[in-house]
């Protein structure tokens, strides 16, 4: 069974940092491009950030470029997000997705890729 489980969700002030984990279990973890999708009250889901784990190639939102990181680690079948300097309008569902097309492109054309998702982590950031 295809799964993704997501951890590290919460409540951080403006400023702060959050890491996000997401296991991937079911398929073969490195075949796969694995990213974070988020969706904010009242507004659209966008793409945040992707990495193809077999070769390490990531592609980044511009309202994320260097505040946020992806990294995998394949021995554990999870791949992160270390979120720094988080601002009130990164406040959102954060949801980690493998769609079945396995590159980083498929953020740039669709918000809805078919694929495995994960259940979804709250990230608010509010002082």
């Known amino acids: 069974q295809l799964q993704l489980v997501e951890s590290g969700g919460g409540l951080v002030q403006p400023g702060g940092s959050l890491r996000l984990s997401c296991a991937a279990s079911g398929f073969t973890f490195n075949y796969h491009a694995i990213g974070w999708y988020r969706q904010a009250p009242g507004k659209a889901r966008e793409g945040v950030v992707c990495?193809?784990?077999?070769?390490?190639?990531?592609w980044y939102a511009d309202s994320v470029k260097g505040r946020f990181s992806i990294s995998s680690d394949n021995a554990k079948s999870t791949v992160y997000l270390q979120m720094n300097n988080l601002q009130p309008e990164d406040t959102a569902i954060y949801y980690c997705a493998a769609p079945y097309d396995a590159s980083c492109a498929v953020w740039t054309h669709t918000t809805h890729p078919h694929g495995t998702w994960g259940q979804g982590m709250q990230v608010t950031v509010s002082s």
């Open positions: 990495i193809r784990v077999s070769d390490g190639s990531t």
